[in-house]
C-alpha cells in the first residue's frame, strides 16, 4: 500500500471556505430531565474527515453520536448530513452506521451472517452479498473465521467484526463509540493505524469517540474537547496540544504547568507576568492583556529546560529542588520543588544509554524555557 | 491437613444434595416401582410384597410385567396419557403466547418499575394454590362472576357453561403456570445487551423486523426452558382437572388418583405413575441438553 502521508498532510476543508460540509451540528441541547448532556453544541465536520470526540466520561461525547445515529432526539437544534435534516429520518433509513462500544455482534449469528446483516436488510442479491462480505473479511483480516460464532474469537477479532459489519453498507458517515476501550496497550496502538489506513482506503468520514486523548491525537485530523455537554476547542491534534484555547484544554490534554501571574508590563506582541511563583515570566502573545489583569503561562513539561547552572538570560528562570524522578524508559519526569513549594514538571530525554551524571534527589538545579514556549491563557 | 480438610468440605457441599436426591426422590422411586412389579391383594398394604429382605428365587418369580400390560390393554390410560400431553401442550402454547408479551412489557418497562412488576407477577404465590383454583369455581360456575357480569353487561343471554369442560382446566392450568413461563423469559431479556437492538436497527432493521431477528431468537433458550416450566407440571397435574374439569374430563393425574384411592389398586397406581415418569424424562434429557448447548453459547 503507498504511504498516505501526502493524503492526510494536504488534507485540511475546514481552513477550505468551498469545502462541503459533511455533518453539521445547529445548536443542538439534549436534557434528560433537568440535567443538558449536550449544550448548545454547534460543529461542522467535513467529509473524508477522521474526526474524534474527546472528553471525560459524563461530557456528552456518546449522546451526541447517538443523536446521530437516530437513537435519541435533540431536545432542540439540528442535525445535518450532507444538507438533509436527519430529523425525521428513523435509524435504520439513515446512511450512518455505528460501531458499538460492546461490538453489539448478534451472538446466534456466525461471522459472515453478522456482517452480512446490514446487506440483507437493503435486499442486495445474494451473490453481490457474498462478494461484499468476502471483501470485507479481507479487509479485516478474517477470512479464516468466516464459520466461527463471536464467542468463538478474541477481543481483537471480535471488534474487527464489529468494524466490517459497521463499514459493510459503505455508510456516509461511520461512528465509532469507543472502538479500542476493550482492547488491550499493544493491540491498541496497532488497530488505531489500522483504522487511519481503512478509513482512507474506504474514503468514508469517521467520527469517534473517545476519552483517550492519546488515541484522539494520533487518529483524528481534527479533536473537539468535550466538556459538560459543550465544544470547548475544535482543532488539529497539534493547534490542540501546541495552543489550548483554555486552561481546560491544556490541562485535559497532556501535561502542562501553568504558571499564574498578573500582568506588568505590555510590550508588543509579548507581556511580562509576575506571580506567586516569585520569578518574572515573559510569554509572547498575538493579542496581549490589559496591565493589571490575570494570566497564564501554560508550559508543557518538554519545553522546560532543566541545568545545574543558571541560564544566560535571567528571563524566565527560577531555581528549585528535585522532589520526584520517575524513570519510565524512553525519558525521565521530574518534579521539581520551587521555594514557594510549588511543583512544576519537567522530563529530559534519555537519548543516551548511561548518563554519567544523572539529576539526583534534593539536587539544586535550575528551570528555564523561551518566552514562546508556552500560551498565554486569560481564562 | 488443610488442603484435605478443605477437599473433604467440597466433597461435603457436594454430597448434600445428592443426599437430598437420593432419600427423597430414588428411594421412593424405587418403591414405587417395585409396588408396581407386585400383585393386588386384599390386605394392609393392598400388595403382594415382593421384597421383604429374602429376595429368593421363589419370591423373584412372581416379579410381573402384568401391571404394565395391563396399562396397554385397556385404551383408557392411553387415551389419558394423550389427552394429558394435549392438554399441557395447548396450555403451554396459551401460556407463551399470553407470558411472551408478558414477560417483554416488563423487560421494557422503566428499570425503577421492574421490581414492582416482578413483585405482581410473584404476588399470588403468596396464597395456597388449592384456594386460587378453587376461586376459579367461583367464577367460571354457570351462576358465577364471569356469566353474572357478561349478562350484566348483555354481551350474553344465557350463562356459560364453562366449568367442568376443557375451557376450564385451559383456564386453571394456564392460570396457575402463568408466572413459570413468565420469570425465566423475563429474566432472558432483561439481561439482553440494549445494544444489540439499535445495532440491528442500525444497520437497516425496522422495530419489527429488529425483534424477530435478534430479540427473539436470542430468547428463545428462556422461551424453551419456561415451556418445560409449565410443560411438565401440568401432564400430571390432578388438582385443576379434578376441580375444575369435573368429570368430563379425563387426565392421567386424575385416572393415577382414582386407581390409588377409589380403587386402591397400588401395583396399577405405581405402575401409572412409572411410565408417566418415564414420558417425562424424555423432553426433561432435551431440555438438559439445550440447556447445556446454550451455556456453551453463552461462554
Not at chain 1, 460543529?43 to 456518546?62: D, N, P, V
Not at chain 1, 497564564?296 to 531555581?319: C, D, M, Y
Not at chain 1, 534527589?361 to 486569560?378: I, T
Not at chain 2, 396419557?81 to 423487560?107: D, E, K, N, W
Request: glycine share 6%; aromatic share 10%.
Amino acid at each position: 500500500m503507498k504511504s498516505l502521508g501526502s493524503i492526510r498532510r494536504s488534507f485540511a476543508p475546514w481552513n477550505d471556505p468551498a469545502a462541503k460540509a459533511g455533518v453539521v451540528f445547529d445548536r443542538v441541547t439534549k436534557n434528560f430531565g433537568q440535567f443538558a448532556a449536550v449544550d448548545d453544541f454547534s460543529l461542522t465536520i467535513y467529509e473524508r474527515e477522521f474526526f474524534a470526540l474527546l472528553g471525560a466520561s459524563g461530557c456528552g461525547k456518546t449522546t451526541l453520536l447517538r443523536i446521530l445515529a437516530g437513537f435519541e432526539t435533540p431536545t432542540s437544534g439540528k442535525v445535518l448530513l450532507d444538507g438533509q435534516d436527519l430529523a425525521d429520518i428513523p435509524p435504520y433509513r439513515r446512511p450512518v452506521n455505528m460501531m458499538f462500544q460492546s461490538y453489539a455482534l448478534f451472538p446466534h449469528m456466525t461471522v459472515e451472517r453478522n456482517i452480512a446483516f446490514g446487506l440483507r436488510q437493503d435486499r442486495m442479491a445474494k451473490s453481490e452479498i457474498a462478494d461484499r462480505v468476502g471483501q470485507m473479511l479481507k479487509l479485516v483480516k478474517l477470512e479464516a473465521f468466516a464459520k466461527r460464532k463471536p464467542h468463538q474469537l478474541s477481543g481483537g477479532q471480535r471488534q474487527r467484526v464489529a468494524l466490517a459489519r459497521a463499514v459493510a453498507k459503505r455508510p456516509k458517515v461511520l461512528l465509532l463509540d469507543e472502538p479500542l476501550g476493550a482492547l488491550d496497550r499493544k493491540l491498541r496502538e496497532e488497530t488505531q493505524f489500522e483504522l487511519m489506513d481503512l478509513q482512507q482506503e474506504l474514503g468514508l468520514t469517521f467520527i469517534v469517540v473517545t476519552h483517550d486523548q492519546e488515541e484522539a491525537m494520533t487518529m483524528a485530523d481534527r479533536i473537539a474537547v468535550m466538556e459538560s455537554g459543550k465544544l470547548i476547542q475544535v482543532a488539529t491534534p497539534v493547534e490542540v496540544y501546541e495552543a489550548p484555547n483554555s486552561r481546560f484544554v491544556a490541562d485535559f490534554i497532556g501535561n502542562v504547568n501553568l504558571f499564574e501571574g498578573e500582568v506588568t508590563e505590555v510590550l508588543p506582541e509579548a507581556v511580562d507576568l509576575f506571580g506567586p511563583d516569585g520569578f518574572p515570566i515573559r510569554a509572547e502573545c498575538a493579542s496581549p492583556p490589559q496591565k493589571g489583569s490575570r494570566a497564564w503561562f501554560a508550559v508543557r513539561p518538554e519545553k522546560i529546560r532543566l541545568s545545574r547552572t543558571p541560564p544566560s538570560e535571567p528571563l524566565n528562570a527560577a531555581q528549585g529542588e528535585i522532589w520526584d524522578i520517575a524513570y519510565v524508559g524512553d525519558m525521565t519526569l521530574f518534579n521539581i520543588r520551587l521555594d514557594n513549594g510549588r511543583l512544576v514538571k519537567t522530563e529530559t530525554i534519555n537519548a543516551v544509554r548511561t548518563s554519567s551524571e544523572p539529576f539526583g534527589y534534593e539536587e539544586r538545579v535550575w528551570l528555564s524555557f523561551a518566552p514562546d514556549a508556552g500560551v498565554l491563557l486569560e481564562g | 491437613m488443610q488442603g484435605f480438610l478443605s477437599l473433604l468440605g467440597r466433597r461435603l457441599v457436594i454430597i448434600v444434595p445428592y443426599l437430598w436426591l437420593i432419600v427423597f426422590f430414588l428411594v421412593p422411586f424405587v418403591i414405587v416401582f417395585k409396588i408396581s412389579l407386585s400383585q393386588t391383594a386384599i390386605r394392609m398394604p393392598p400388595y403382594v410384597p415382593v421384597f421383604d429382605g429374602t429376595a429368593t428365587w421363589a419370591k423373584l418369580r412372581q416379579l410381573s410385567f402384568d401391571n404394565y400390560l395391563w396399562l396397554t390393554g385397556d385404551a383408557l390410560y392411553a387415551k389419558a396419557y394423550l389427552t394429558s400431553l394435549g392438554v399441557a401442550a395447548v396450555s403451554t402454547a396459551l401460556t407463551f403466547c399470553i407470558g411472551y408479551p408478558l414477560a417483554y412489557g416488563m423487560a421494557r418497562a422503566p428499570r425503577s418499575l421492574r421490581p414492582t412488576l416482578l413483585m405482581l407477577v410473584i404476588l399470588p404465590f403468596w396464597t395456597s394454590f388449592l384456594i386460587r383454583v378453587y376461586a376459579w369455581i367461583g367464577i367460571l360456575k354457570p351462576e358465577g362472576l364471569l356469566s353474572q357480569l357478561l349478562i350484566w353487561a348483555g354481551l350474553i343471554h344465557e350463562p356459560l357453561h364453562i366449568l367442568n369442560t376443557y375451557v376450564a382446566v385451559y383456564i386453571g392450568i394456564v392460570y396457575s403456570y402463568l408466572p413459570f413461563m413468565v420469570l425465566p423469559i423475563y429474566a432472558g431479556l432483561e439481561k439482553m445487551d440494549p445494544s444489540l437492538i439499535e445495532a440491528a436497527e442500525d444497520l437497516g432493521c425496522p422495530p419489527a423486523a429488529a425483534f424477530w431477528k435478534v430479540t427473539f431468537p436470542l430468547s428463545l433458550p428462556s422461551v424453551i426452558a419456561g415451556s418445560f416450566l409449565v410443560f411438565i407440571p401440568a401432564v400430571g397435574e390432578f388438582v385443576i382437572p379434578d376441580l375444575l374439569g369435573g368429570s368430563s374430563t379425563l387426565m392421567i393425574g386424575k385416572t393415577l388418583w382414582n386407581e390409588f384411592f377409589a380403587n386402591r389398586d397400588w401395583p396399577i397406581a405405581s405402575a401409572v405413575a412409572v411410565v408417566l415418569l418415564v414420558i417425562l424424562v424424555i423432553p426433561i434429557v432435551i431440555f438438559q441438553h439445550t440447556q447445556a448447548r446454550a451455556e456453551e453459547r453463552s461462554r
